[in-house]
């Protein structure tokens, strides 16, 4: 009696017998969803350099020669020397250096190394030019030294004049094999970008003890006179700067949406470039997977990627330029399916209006906020669960 | 005295069958002669004899929600309500504001009756257990649809569970013919409880960000230990300490059943009766709070480095656990709360046919007050009772919809033997008891011993 009775109203509806499994596919958010992305960067040069330190070639190159100041400017460093003789070579060139006696070197000059004019093909410019002249005396005694250091600009010559002794190496301690006093700083108004073409020693004349070979520190080791310049500039770019555009594909993109049956996305981005260069990037297209693509069909035409022109303004640190941005990604029909790669054609010049700017570790582009909403659902499929 | 017999197996009613259950229980057992614990659901009834009763087990299932507002078949299989081949319409507005399952067992441990002239008293020891969950629909909205909106409110949303003790001692008056009055005084002793209430969660949403606005309390009974904080002052769930756990009653209370019975015409029962007005003061020993605002507003200045690296949805998973992490619960002072339990107002009446009088039609109501969620049915019922058997079976509408039951006693010398079970319509899930549709379903069995 009582086994029926429970088993009155404990009848089952065959339609939901869960022997026959339950789909565990989900599709959330039907109407929307937006999704706070956050902040991203901000991207600069500085780290930028610092990553293509670990790149060989060009980046070795580049992250070797640019560097930074304390105020965080990009800055080009360059030192060499302009001219050195060893004290033995100059008593031979004197002739008779039984007594005191003055040594006229004469003209020397020589060139700034090749990655100063290597900007210039890139475009770039130099400002804040400056330039040290430096010289060491080997000997015991105090040697004084006249000449007249300039620097040559496609512009302009710069001139100083020096006479003075340099100290003799008795006069301090040996930390080093050679001491570097400072005879001239020559520094190049900030209106001319012009590289400097040559640092130049005029007039170089010595006055010198008698057989001054008998006079070398036995301690430091060095016969040498030398006199070295030290170069710094800050990098810019000026009005006409241009890269050459890249139009092809844009490595690294790889987004596999597909098995979530995603119709509509649309991204917003608050963009905040501190640099002084503008950047429109053209013709934005999503690719074919890499296997079905080739020469003459690269493009997915189900993917609608609006707007397909994107222009980014340049600014500065002080004032930054504020961008925003919304692009849409839709199918076509149906799903967007996994995204395997972007191309576009993406120019990089100066921002009109700006001038020559020094470039700065700190410049760079920082997306402020970014925000997705996903239109259509999300579907998480059975086997991802 | 035939009146009186019938009086006292009139009203046996409701409560009947189910020693233990919740008020609207056993309302079948208002039309079974032979049942014996009528005064459970209106303390006026009153048996001929004593009785004596022990291990009798009632269990009730009261839920707004079924298996099928969730599960849905599709072509041959079952698919989810967020599957994308159920519609947001068909899934939400099946769903009521609040979806809520609640439960109770009512175990019997010993009952005893025993009349002195007019009077009839009953002294019983029961065990009471209940439990449920209330969970917005809002949920399910934001889960299905989206961000459709930019701001939800799911306070209430809440989690229960208790246990406790009853010892009763029942008392009736057959003050005329016609009329009867009777009280069962019940102290409450209560063993564990839990109670999570989200008394406040505010939820915001926009692309800047999500936020949440919380103010929850979590209460747990520490008579099965003390859950220690953490250095942080969070509840760890998993150090316990039986050393400084509550070694006494976790809570005590009262609590009342009132009726009256009256007869104005030969064959007719009328009965009313109010059960369980009272509550229990509970001491909650582990008491815990989550509240203040936190907001999700996406990643932080992502470096080059951790794009370069694919770590963005490692931040991401980062964000997302700190911001479980504000939800913790934060130790607090041990509480001592008073707490309702759930009353129930019955109704009933019945009429025996003067033409053949095993035959007897009647009406019942049935109202629940519970917290978050009450509940209310009428039916209409047909009986018969022969000298060793009694069957009835009731059919009407509830919160829920149509209801229907059924009832059997049984006479075997002087043990009386009653079942019943009352359920809506919908059906199961194949094998299983878990129901389809909303429904309010009932099981009772019972076994008495005339004295």
């Known amino acids: 009696m009582l086994a029926a009775l429970l088993c009155i109203g404990c009848t089952g509806n065959m339609d939901y017998d869960l022997s026959k499994g339950i789909s565990k596919e989900v599709t959330l958010f039907e109407n929307e969803i937006s999704v706070p992305v956050g902040s991203i960067g901000p991207l600069t040069i500085g780290s930028i350099l610092s990553s293509l330190g670990s790149v060989q070639g060009i980046g070795t190159l580049v992250s070797t020669y640019i560097k930074q100041d304390a105020e965080g400017s990009l800055i080009l460093r360059d030192s060499s020397d302009i001219f050195r003789i060893n004290v033995y070579e100059l008593e031979k060139k004197a002739g008779d250096v039984s007594a005191p006696f003055t040594w006229n070197a004469g003209f020397q000059t020589t060139s700034i190394g090749g990655m100063a004019g290597a900007l210039g093909f890139l475009g770039l410019k130099t400002v804040n030019q400056q330039v040290k002249i430096t010289a060491s005396n080997p000997l015991y005694n105090d040697v004084t030294f006249r000449c007249k250091p300039s620097v040559t600009c496609r512009a302009a010559d710069f001139t100083t004049s020096y006479s003075g002794p340099i100290e003799g190496m008795s006069e301090r301690q040996l930390k080093f094999r050679t001491y570097n006093e400072q005879i001239a700083e020559i520094k190049i108004p900030s209106n001319i970008s012009d590289v400097i073409s040559s640092i130049t020693l005029e007039d170089l004349a010595f006055d010198l003890p008698a057989n001054p070979s008998t006079k070398t520190d036995p301690r430091s080791n060095n016969l040498f006179f030398h006199f070295s310049y030290n170069y710094t500039c800050t990098v810019a770019v000026g009005e006409t700067f241009k890269l050459v555009p890249i139009d092809g594909p844009i490595k690294g993109v790889n987004l596999p949406i597909g098995p979530y049956k995603v119709k509509k996305c649309r991204v917003n981005v608050e963009l905040q470039n501190t640099l002084p260069l503008a950047v429109t990037i053209e013709n934005l297209k999503a690719l074919l997977p890499e296997e079905i693509r080739d020469e003459e069909i690269m493009v997915d035409e189900n993917i609608l990627i609006s707007p397909e022109t994107i222009s980014i303004e340049g600014g500065s640190l002080e004032n930054p330029a504020t961008t925003n941005l919304t692009l849409e990604l839709e199918a076509a029909d149906g799903t967007l399916p996994d995204i395997s790669g972007l191309r576009a054609k993406v120019t990089v010049a100066s921002q009109p209006g700006l001038g020559t700017v020094g470039l700065s570790a700190r410049q760079g582009l920082y997306v402020k906020s970014a925000s997705a909403v996903i239109s259509g659902g999300i579907t998480i499929p059975e086997q991802q669960q | ?342 009353f129930t107002v019955n109704t009933a009446a019945k009429y025996e046919m003067p033409f053949y009088r095993a035959l007897s039609i009647g009406a019942t109501g049935n109202f629940i007050f519970r917290k978050g969620m009450s509940y209310m049915e009428g039916r209409g019922v047909l009986a018969w009772n022969g000298k060793y058997l009694g069957i009835c079976a009731d059919g009407g509408y509830g919160s829920f919809g149509p209801v229907y039951g059924l009832g059997l006693n049984a006479s075997i010398w002087k043990f009386r033997i009653t079942a019943a079970m009352s359920n809506g319509f919908g059906g199961n899930i194949p094998y299983t008891n878990t129901p389809l549709k909303p429904n309010n379903k009932v099981i009772t069995l019972g076994l008495t011993y005339d004295l």
């Not at chain 2, 507005?93 to 609640?102: A, E, F, K, M, R």
């Not at chain 2, 949920?139 to 989690?159: P, Q």
């Not at chain 2, 050393?243 to 009132?258: E, H, N």
Request: aromatic fraction near 12%; hydrophobic fraction near 40%; proline fraction near 3%.
């Open chain 2, 1 to 342: 005295m035939r009146l009186n017999r019938h009086i006292i197996i009139a009203v046996a009613a409701l409560a009947a069958a189910t020693a233990a259950l919740p008020a609207q229980t056993f309302h079948q057992g208002l039309f079974l002669d032979g049942y014996r614990l009528g005064y459970r659901y209106n303390p006026a009834i009153q048996n001929e004899n004593g009785v004596v009763g022990v291990g009798q087990w009632g269990n009730q299932n009261l839920n707004n929600v079924g298996a099928a507002n969730f599960l849905y078949p599709r072509d041959g299989k079952l698919v989810t309500a967020l599957h994308s081949s159920v519609s947001a319409e068909e899934f939400l507005l099946g769903l009521p504001d609040y979806c809520s399952y609640t439960g109770g067992i009512d175990f019997n441990l010993f009952s005893y009756g025993w009349r002195k002239d007019a009077a009839y008293h009953t002294v019983e020891a029961n065990v009471r257990a209940a439990y449920g969950a209330f969970i917005p629909e809002t949920i399910f909205e934001i889960l299905k649809l989206g961000t459709s909106n930019t701001n939800y409110d799911m306070g209430k949303m809440r989690l229960f569970g208790n246990a406790y003790a009853e010892l009763v001692y029942g008392y009736s008056l057959k003050v005329s013919d016609a009329f009867s009055f009777g009280a069962r005084a019940k102290l409450l002793i209560g063993v564990e409880a839990l109670n999570y209430n989200f008394s406040r969660m505010d939820l915001t949403f926009s692309e800047e960000g999500y936020n949440v606005d919380l103010q929850a309390d979590l209460n747990l009974t520490s008579r099965w230990s003390k859950i220690m904080p953490d250095a942080d002052g969070y509840l760890n769930f998993l150090d316990l300490s039986l050393k400084d756990r509550w070694k006494l009653p976790s809570g005590g209370g009262l609590a009342v059943d009132l009726g009256i019975l009256a007869t104005p015409v030969e064959g007719l029962t009328l009965s009313a009766s109010l059960l369980d007005l009272g509550g229990i003061v509970w001491y909650y020993g582990n008491a815990g709070v989550s509240e203040g605002s936190t907001s999700f507003t996406g990643v932080t200045d992502l470096t080059l480095e951790q794009i370069q690296k694919g770590d963005i949805l490692g931040e991401f998973n980062e964000l997302g656990k700190s911001f479980f992490e504000s939800l913790r619960i934060k130790s607090a002072k041990s509480r001592v709360s008073p707490e309702m339990i759930p």
